[in-house]
């Protein structure tokens, strides 16, 4: 049975950095792509950030250079480092995963087959 796990979520002020956490079980984590993203209310749920099995990553504009994505296959664990979180970065953040075969865009979660349950980020003014 498939699992991932995030941790990681809180409340930060404007500017600071959190560190997101995804724990992979059931699955061959190195050959997986693992994307990352965010849904706030009344808004769609989002790709932010993903990287396939060979650690190419992707990211949507909006966090390049704010957000890094990252994997450690040994720990079967996938992080998101965010750095200078803004109010419009809170939402629950999900992590995902899908054999590298049907992972054709990184940030499309239609690609994905399996979910976290999320963990929620929220950054106060």
């Known amino acids: 049975q498939v699992q991932l796990v995030e941790s990681g979520g809180g409340s930060v002020e404007t500017g600071g950095s959190l560190r997101l956490s995804c724990v992979g079980s059931?699955?061959?984590?190195?050959?997986?792509?693992v994307g990352w993203f965010r849904q706030s209310p009344k808004k769609e749920r989002e790709g932010i950030a993903g990287?396939?099995?060979?650690?190419?990553?992707k990211y949507i504009e909006s966090v390049k250079g704010r957000f890094t994505i990252s994997r450690d296959n040994a720990k079967n664990t996938t992080y998101l480092q965010m750095n200078d979180l803004k109010p419009e970065d809170s939402a629950m953040y999900y992590c995902?995963?899908?054999?590298?075969?049907?992972?054709?865009?990184?940030?499309?979660?239609?690609?994905?087959?399996?979910w976290g349950q999320g963990t929620q980020v929220t950054v106060t003014s």
């Open positions: 990287i396939n099995s060979h650690g190419w990553t």
């Open positions: 995902a995963a899908t054999p590298y075969s049907r992972c054709t865009n990184l940030l499309e979660k239609n690609d994905y087959d399996s």
């Open positions: 059931g699955l061959s984590f190195s050959s997986e792509c």
